[in-house]
């Protein structure tokens, strides 16, 4: 349990075409979010998990409270993450680097001087769908990122991560959009990435969403009885 990750997604930006791209992530203008979730989650040579809770998010913030299989309390806030089993008292810390992004459209700010879009392709995906793929590469790291939004309504649908040596790391897939409050948000997001011990695949399904309502701040500090042991993942 101490070495599963959520769903790591890495932060993109750009520069040619780049305006079109940020209006089309700042039309699903998510500040917070509310909602039921259950997730399942296939790591090679694991047996499968099921979890059940609660998924609260608020712009950088994020907090799930597991129910399911077993009480587990994970925070991401201010760039750290925090993994707490009450039953056990037993933390775990993550600084910095492979932190989860927040909630599906995290993505929305991601570009920035460092990020080029590379080329924009018409693409079909799915069913006879029609939309856009952008090649965004980051200067930096040298990783490339497809990704493809909707051409009509302008949503995500796909993301592909590759390494500098061109080695697939990441795969996001963003469907069964709902139209909540002239938002449309992806009920159910896969990503499949590639880890130091094979593959791991995390599929999360969205329930009973609130956007945009009332999240107290309070909730994304954890509050921790005496006797808690605290490791490094």
């Keep these: 349990m101490k070495n599963l990750v959520l769903v790591v997604l890495l932060l993109l930006s750009g ?30 040579g694991k047996e499968t998990q099921r979890y059940e ?7 950088d913030c994020m907090r799930i409270d597991y129910s399911k299989p077993f009480r587990q309390i994970v925070i991401v806030n201010g760039g750290k993450l925090l ?66 939004i909707d051409k009509d309504k302008g949503y995500p649908v796909k993301k592909i991560t590759y390494t500098a040596q061109s080695i697939e790391v990441m795969r996001e897939l963003y469907s069964d959009y ?16 590639r880890t130091h011990t094979g593959t791991t695949r995390n599929v999360t399904r969205y329930y009973n969403v609130i956007l945009n309502g009332k999240v107290s701040t309070d909730i994304f500090t954890l509050q921790l009885p005496k006797g808690v042991r605290a490791k490094t993942m």
């Design 15 to 44: 520069q040619t075409d780049t305006d079109e791209l940020q209006k089309l992530f700042h039309n699903f203008n998510v500040q917070s979010i509310d909602a039921s979730i259950v997730q399942v989650i296939a790591e090679t």
């Design 53 to 59: 809770g609660r998924y609260r998010a608020y712009n």
């Design 83 to 148: 993994w707490y089993y009450p039953d056990t008292k037993e933390l775990w810390t993550m600084s910095q680097g492979n932190v989860p992004a927040v909630h599906p459209y995290a993505q929305r700010d991601i570009l920035n001087e460092r990020i080029v879009v590379k080329s924009k392709k018409k693409v079909w995906y799915g069913f006879f769908n029609s939309g856009y793929r952008y090649t965004l590469f980051d200067s930096k790291t040298g990783v490339t990122i497809e990704l493809t």
């Design 178 to 193: 709902a139209l909540i409050h002239g938002i449309w948000f992806p009920a159910t997001v896969e990503v499949i990435a």
